[in-house]
C-alpha cells in the first residue's frame, strides 16, 4: 500500500467513524418512536418488543377525541393555513416582483426581520387578545389565521426567489394577445411558478401540523384541538403519560410529516432550504 | 524546469474512461498543448499531473520523480485555471504572492517578488487592488504572475484564455508565448481551440475520447495528419472530407450518393498500400489545395457553384460535388466571377485517402 | 437593476393587498398593541380585564425589582436562564454542529452524506410534542437510551431532567436546530469554485493553511449572519417547554415560557406579559439590526 492509498483510507475511516457518532446522536432519541408504539409492554426505555403487536394503535383508535384530533383537526388547521399562505403568498410575491415597486428587496428584508422581532412568543398576548375581540377563541379560523399571518412574510421570501426567475415572455406574450391581467396570471404565470407554490405549502403545511403554542393559546374546547394537544388526553388523571398509547399516537401523528419529506427531497433536494435567509 | 512523462496511464470516472492509457512525454522546456473536443480526456490529463486526480493505471514522472500516488503540494507544478482562481478577499498583491506564503517566506521579501514579477507582466501598478476591479486581462495576468512566482518545474494551464473576448484573446495569446519563450519553462496547454494549439505550441497532442490521436509540431499536424478526426479538427476552414468507395479496377472513386464518380487513378498511383476493390474510404483535400478550373480538365472533379465568400484577406468558395459541399481557398481578395459548372483540380501531394477505420492509407 | 413592469401600480396593489391586510393584522396591530398593554394592569378574567388601569411603567418596574428580579421564578433569572441557554445551543451548538457536519461532508458524495443529513433534517422537521417526547424518554434516568449508553461506556447515569434540566434542553435544541446552519454551510460551501481550493493544494497549503487563508475568510461572513439568526430564534424558541415544563421548580424558565406562565396560567396577567413582549421585540430588534449591518457589509465585501 502506497501513500495515497494509505491517506485515503485513513480519512475515509475517519469519516466513517464521524459518521457513525453523528449518526447516532441524531438517530438515537428517535429510536423509541421506533419500537414503542409496537410492543404492549412499552416503557421509555428502547426495546425490541418481544411480539410485534399493533395493539397499541388500535387502543388509539379507540380514543374518538384524539382521533378527530388527528385526523379532522390537523387536516383542517394545516390544509386551511397551506392554501391560505401559498395563496397570499404567490399572489402577493408575484405582484411584488411583476410591479415596479422603488426599494421593493428592502422592503421585503424589513418584512422579514418585522417578522422575526414579533416573533410567536412575543406576540402570543397582543394575537390572544386580538382573536377574543374578534370573537374567534376556540375556533379554527382563529388558528389558521394566526399561523398564516406568522407564516407569511417568509412565504413570501421563499417565493420571490422563484418568481423572478421566471422570465417575464411568456406573460407578456399573453398581455399582448389581449388577456386580463387576472386571467393571464390564472393561465401563464400561475402554472409556471406552481413548484415554488408547491414548495411553500408543503412548508406552511409542515409548520401548521406540528404547532403547539398558537392552538393551545387560541383553542379551548377538546373537538377543535389538533394532535399536537390531543397528546395530553393520553395521560391519566394523576398527570402520567400512557406509554404505549402515547408512542402510538406520536407514531401515526408523524407519518404524514415523513412523507412528505421523501416526496419534497425526492422531487427536489433539500438545498434550497438553506438559501433561505442566506 | 522538468521533464513530464506518462506511462500507459489510465484514469476512470466510475464506468468512463476518461484517460485511455496514455503514453507521453513532455521535454524540459517544451511548449505542449492538448487539444481536443469536450469529453477527450485533456482536462483530465492535465490534472493528473498536477495531482488533482490520481491515476488509476500507469505511472508518471515529473523530473526524475515517481509522483504518481504525490499530493499535489509535493509535485511542485503551477497551475492556472480557467476562472483564475484569485481570491476576492486578498489583494493582486496578496493573491499572487500566496505561493511564497504558503512557504514560511517573509513578507518584506514576498513584496520584492511579487513586485518584479508583476511590471514584467505589466500589472505592478494594480497590486493593491482586489480582482474585482481589474478586467480579465488583468486578471488572467495575475493568475499567470502568480503561477511565475511560484517557480515551479512546470506550468499547467486550463484553457485559460477562454474567459476572454475574441479580441483580447489574440493579444493574451502573444503575451503567453513570449513570457514562456522567456522563462524556458515547461508547459502543458489544454484547449478546445486548435488556432490557439497551433499558435501557441511546440507540439499539439491531438485527443479524443481518452486516447491520444495524433502528436506532432503544429505544421507536422497540419500538413500531416494521420487519422479523419485530426484532419477534420486541425484547421479553419477545415479539411474537405469525401466519403464514398474505391473502385480500385477503374481508378475511381465514388462518393456515398452513389452517383459522383471521381477520377482517381493518379492518387492510387501514389498509395504503396492501395485500398482494397470497394473499400470504404475517405478522400481529405484541404480548401487552399485546390484549384479552381472554369473548364474541363483531365481528372478534375465537376462541380457545381454554391456560394462565394470573400473574407477581406481571402476569398472562400463553396461548390457542390454530388450532394456534398466543399470549400476551396483562394489568396485573392477579389472575388472572382465564377460560371454555374466549375472543375476542381485537387493538388495531387495533398491529396489523403483515409481507410474505413478513419487511419490513413500512405 | 431595472425591473420591467407587467402591470399597473394599481393592478400590483391588488395582488398585494391580501398580503398587506395580513401583515397589518397579525403583525404592525400585536407590535403597537403591545406597547399600550404593557403600560396597564390589563388581565383576562376579573376586575382588570373589562376595565384596565394604566399603571404606567408599573410592569416594568416589577420585571426589573432588583430586590427580586434575580430569583428563580422571575425575570431577571429567565433572562439569564436563556441566555445561557442560548449560549450552549444556538452559539455552540446549533451552529458548531452545523459548521462541523456541512465541513466534514464538504465535496462528499454518497450514502454516509445522504444518511448524516437525512437524520439531521428528520430532527429538525418531526413535530415538537413528538420530539419532545421522544426525548423525554431518551432522557429518562431509568429508561432512557441515553443513560443505557452512557452506562456502558462506564460515564455513569445522572438523572437528567431532573439534576441537569438547563444542559437537557440546551442538548435538546442544539439537536433539534442543526439542521439549519448545516443546510445553510452547506451551500455556503458550495459556492466556493473548486478552483480556489485546487489552486491553494497546488500552489503547496496544508490543510491549515488552506483553512486560514481561504474557507475561514469566504465563510465567515456567513458564519456570523447565521449566528445572529440562530440566536434570535433560540432566543424565542418555546419548544422546550414540552420537555421540561419550565422546571424543575423554574430552572429551565426560559423568557418565552416565563411569557406564558405570565399571560395564561396563574393571574393571566396580560399587561405584565405585554412588559414582558416588549422587552423581547427589543432584543429581538437589537440582534435584527447588527444582522441587517452584517448582510450590508458582507454585501459590500464580495
Redesign the interface.
Known amino acids: 500500500m502506497?501513500?495515497?492509498?494509505l491517506?485515503t483510507a485513513i480519512s475515509r475511516t475517519l469519516?466513517?467513524l464521524?459518521?457513525v457518532v453523528?449518526?447516532a446522536?441524531?438517530?438515537?432519541?428517535?429510536?423509541?418512536?421506533l419500537t414503542?408504539p409496537f410492543n404492549t409492554q412499552a416503557?421509555?426505555?428502547?426495546t425490541i418488543p418481544e411480539t410485534f403487536s399493533l395493539a397499541n394503535f388500535e387502543a388509539v383508535f379507540n380514543n374518538k377525541f384524539a382521533i378527530r384530533a388527528l385526523f379532522l383537526n390537523n387536516l383542517i388547521i394545516g390544509g386551511g393555513v397551506m392554501v391560505l399562505v401559498a395563496?397570499?403568498?404567490t399572489?402577493?410575491s408575484?405582484?411584488?416582483?411583476?410591479?415596479?415597486?422603488p426599494g421593493?428587496d428592502v422592503l421585503v428584508?424589513i418584512?422579514i426581520?418585522?417578522?422575526?422581532?414579533?416573533?410567536?412568543?412575543?406576540?402570543?398576548?397582543?394575537?390572544?387578545?386580538?382573536i377574543f375581540n374578534m370573537g374567534l377563541i376556540d375556533t379554527y379560523l382563529g388558528v389558521i389565521?394566526?399561523m398564516?399571518?406568522?407564516l407569511?412574510?417568509s412565504a413570501?421570501f421563499i417565493m420571490r426567489d422563484f418568481v423572478d426567475s421566471i422570465p417575464?415572455s411568456y406573460?407578456?406574450a399573453a398581455?399582448v394577445a389581449g388577456a386580463s391581467?387576472f386571467r393571464m396570471f390564472r393561465d401563464v404565470a400561475f402554472p409556471l411558478v406552481r413548484p415554488g407554490v408547491m414548495v411553500v405549502a408543503i412548508w406552511a403545511f409542515?409548520n401548521a401540523?406540528?404547532?403547539?403554542?398558537i392552538p393551545s393559546?387560541l383553542l379551548r374546547s377538546p373537538e377543535h384541538m389538533p394532535?399536537?394537544i390531543a397528546?395530553y388526553s393520553f395521560y391519566t388523571e394523576a398527570g402520567t403519560?400512557n406509554i404505549t398509547l402515547?408512542?402510538a399516537y406520536?407514531f401515526l401523528?408523524?407519518i404524514p410529516?415523513?412523507l412528505l419529506?421523501l416526496i419534497v427531497?425526492w422531487r427536489f433536494g433539500?438545498?434550497f432550504?438553506?438559501?433561505i435567509?442566506? | 524546469m522538468s521533464q513530464i512523462t506518462f506511462e500507459n496511464v489510465v484514469k476512470r470516472f466510475g464506468s468512463v474512461v476518461a484517460v485511455d492509457h496514455v503514453s507521453l512525454t513532455i521535454g524540459e522546456g517544451e511548449f505542449v498543448a492538448l487539444l481536443g473536443p469536450s469529453g477527450c480526456g485533456k482536462t483530465t490529463t492535465l490534472r493528473l499531473i498536477a495531482g488533482l486526480e490520481i491515476a488509476d493505471n500507469g505511472r508518471i514522472t515529473i523530473g526524475d520523480r515517481d509522483v504518481t500516488y504525490l499530493a499535489p503540494a509535493a509535485r511542485d507544478v503551477a497551475m492556472v485555471f480557467q476562472d483564475y482562481a484569485l481570491y476576492p478577499h486578498m489583494t493582486i498583491l496578496e493573491n499572487i504572492g500566496y505561493p511564497l506564503k504558503v512557504r514560511g517566506i517573509g513578507k518584506q521579501e514576498r513584496a520584492e517578488r511579487v513586485t518584479e514579477v508583476a511590471r514584467e507582466l505589466q500589472i505592478a501598478n494594480l497590486l493593491e487592488r482586489r480582482p474585482s476591479q481589474l478586467s480579465g486581462g488583468q486578471q488572467q495576468r495575475a493568475s499567470v504572475a502568480r503561477a511565475v512566482v511560484h517557480q515551479a518545474v512546470a506550468f499547467l494551464f486550463d484553457e485559460p484564455l477562454s474567459n476572454l473576448d475574441a479580441q483580447l484573446r489574440l493579444e493574451a495569446r502573444a503575451f503567453l508565448k513570449h513570457l514562456q519563450n522567456e522563462l524556458g519553462a515547461t508547459s502543458v496547454y489544454v484547449t478546445h481551440d486548435q488556432a490557439e494549439a497551433m499558435a501557441l505550441a511546440d507540439r499539439i497532442v491531438v485527443m479524443r475520447l481518452g486516447k491520444i490521436m495524433q502528436i506532432g509540431a503544429p505544421l507536422d499536424v497540419y500538413r500531416n495528419p494521420t487519422n479523419t478526426f485530426v484532419a477534420s479538427f486541425i484547421g479553419s476552414p477545415p479539411m474537405n472530407l469525401l466519403s464514398g468507395k474505391a473502385l480500385i479496377g477503374q481508378g475511381q472513386f465514388v462518393m456515398d450518393d452513389g452517383e459522383t464518380v471521381i477520377d482517381m487513378h493518379q492518387v492510387y498511383q501514389r498509395l504503396s498500400n492501395p485500398p482494397q476493390e470497394n473499400e470504404s474510404i475517405t478522400l481529405g483535400i484541404r480548401p487552399e489545395h485546390i484549384t479552381i478550373h472554369t473548364e474541363p480538365q483531365p481528372f478534375a472533379i465537376p462541380s457545381k457553384l454554391y456560394v462565394v465568400q470573400p473574407m477581406g484577406g481571402e476569398t472562400l468558395v463553396n461548390v457542390r460535388v454530388g450532394s456534398k459541399l466543399v470549400t476551396v481557398r483562394l489568396f485573392q481578395d477579389e472575388p472572382p466571377s465564377l460560371p454555374e459548372d466549375v472543375w476542381l483540380e485537387p493538388a495531387l501531394e495533398w491529396s489523403f485517402v483515409y481507410g474505413a477505420d478513419g487511419e490513413r492509407i500512405q | 437593476m431595472e425591473r420591467k413592469a407587467i402591470f399597473s401600480a394599481k393592478v400590483g396593489l391588488l395582488f398585494l393587498a391580501p398580503a398587506l391586510i395580513f401583515v397589518a393584522v397579525f403583525l404592525l396591530y400585536p407590535f403597537v398593541r403591545v406597547f399600550m398593554l404593557s403600560f396597564t394592569n390589563q388581565t383576562l378574567l376579573g376586575a382588570t380585564a373589562p376595565n384596565p388601569d394604566w399603571v404606567g411603567l408599573d410592569n416594568y418596574q416589577r420585571l426589573f425589582d432588583p430586590d427580586r428580579w434575580m430569583r428563580l421564578g422571575e425575570f431577571g433569572s429567565s433572562l439569564k436562564i436563556t441566555a445561557r441557554f442560548v449560549i450552549g445551543s444556538a452559539l455552540i451548538g446549533q451552529v458548531g454542529l452545523g459548521l462541523l457536519i456541512a465541513w466534514a461532508f464538504y465535496r462528499k458524495k454518497g450514502f454516509l452524506r445522504e444518511a448524516v443529513y437525512t437524520l439531521v433534517i428528520l430532527a429538525w422537521i418531526i413535530p415538537e410534542t413528538v420530539v419532545a417526547f421522544t426525548w423525554v424518554a431518551f432522557l429518562d434516568w431509568e429508561f432512557g437510551t441515553l443513560n443505557a449508553v452512557l452506562e456502558a461506556i462506564g460515564l455513569g447515569s445522572p438523572d437528567w431532567l431532573f439534576n441537569h434540566p438547563l444542559e437537557s434542553i440546551i442538548l435538546f435544541n442544539s439537536w433539534r436546530g442543526a439542521a439549519f446552519s448545516m443546510l445553510l454551510f452547506s451551500s455556503a460551501l458550495e459556492t466556493i469554485p473548486p478552483s480556489y481550493i485546487e489552486t491553494a493544494e497546488v500552489v503547496g497549503a496544508n490543510a491549515w493553511q488552506k483553512f486560514r487563508d481561504i474557507f475561514f475568510p469566504l465563510l465567515r461572513g456567513h458564519i456570523l449572519t447565521d449566528l445572529i439568526l440562530i440566536t434570535l430564534w433560540t432566543f424565542n424558541v418555546f419548544t422546550p417547554f414540552l420537555l421540561t415544563g419550565g422546571g424543575p421548580v423554574r430552572r429551565t424558565e426560559l423568557v418565552s415560557i416565563y411569557t406564558y406562565r405570565t399571560a395564561f396560567q396563574g393571574q393571566h396577567e396580560f399587561g405584565k406579559g405585554g412588559a414582558i413582549a416588549v422587552v423581547m421585540m427589543l432584543i429581538n430588534f437589537s440582534l435584527a439590526i447588527v444582522y441587517l449591518l452584517m448582510i450590508r457589509r458582507r454585501r459590500v465585501e464580495a
Request: glycine share 8%; no cysteine; proline share 4%.
Open positions: 502506497n501513500r495515497y492509498q491517506r469519516l466513517v464521524f459518521s453523528m449518526g446522536f441524531f438517530a438515537l432519541p428517535l429510536l423509541w418512536l414503542a416503557n421509555l426505555a428502547v395563496t397570499v403568498a399572489l402577493a408575484y405582484g411584488l416582483s411583476r410591479t415596479r415597486v421593493r428584508y418584512l426581520l418585522f417578522s422575526s422581532v414579533v416573533s410567536g412568543t412575543a406576540a402570543m398576548v397582543p394575537l390572544f387578545l386580538l389565521l394566526v398564516t399571518g406568522g407569511l412574510p413570501i417575464r406573460e407578456e398581455l391581467s409542515v401540523w406540528g404547532a403547539y403554542l393559546v394532535a399536537s397528546f403519560p402515547v408512542s406520536a401523528y408523524t410529516v415523513l419529506y427531497n433539500f438545498r432550504f438553506g438559501g435567509k442566506s
